[in-house]
């Protein structure tokens, strides 16, 4: 009851975020769009849409991961997984969480919490225009979104030992 309940918690806070952060499709879009007109039709190229754009992207790609694998939408190779019964594709995924995802996604929390907080103790710009943009904010979207996938990894962890001892979710 409690596993149960904590499941519909973190699958509720993946999609939660994997819907909100879709919107930034708009102004990604919006930015690339002026770009084009100003750049090519305008003979005018801007100094801020390839920084808005790349950070939009990365942040929308990064923050949908956790929803991502709420959806079971990544990417796999089942060429052996897909043959295997139930429990058995339950064992597979408890040995990858366990052995491969927990441990990366941890390492990545804490670099990604490093790499963030250097950042701002510096005060470090980007260099790729002269709008010079600080780079923490965009950052601190690696650690945050690595949480939210580990988040979410707990959940599906949670679900392949309900279904090795149950036979189902």
């Known amino acids: 009851m409690i596993l149960a309940s904590m499941i519909k918690t973190i699958d509720s806070i993946s999609t939660w975020s994997g819907k909100l952060v879709a919107w930034l499709v708009i102004p990604n879009v919006l930015a690339l769009v002026y770009e084009v007109i100003a750049r090519y039709i305008l003979k005018s190229p801007t100094i801020w849409s390839y920084e808005v754009t790349y950070f939009l992207y990365g942040t929308h790609f990064l923050l949908g991961a956790a929803y991502t694998l709420s959806i079971k939408a990544h990417i796999r190779i089942d060429v052996l997984h897909m043959h295997l019964p139930p429990r058995g594709k339950a064992i597979a995924d408890i040995l990858g969480y366990l052995f491969l995802f927990f441990p990366v996604m941890l390492v990545l929390i804490y670099a990604g919490t490093e790499f963030t907080i250097q950042s701002w103790e510096m005060g470090e710009k980007s260099g790729l225009s002269p709008w010079r943009p ?9 650690p945050v979104s690595f949480f939210f996938l580990f988040l979410q990894g707990v959940a599906e962890f949670i679900r392949n030992f309900t279904i090795l001892f149950k036979g189902n979710e």
């Open 134 to 142: 600080y780079l923490f904010p965009y950052k601190a979207v690696l």
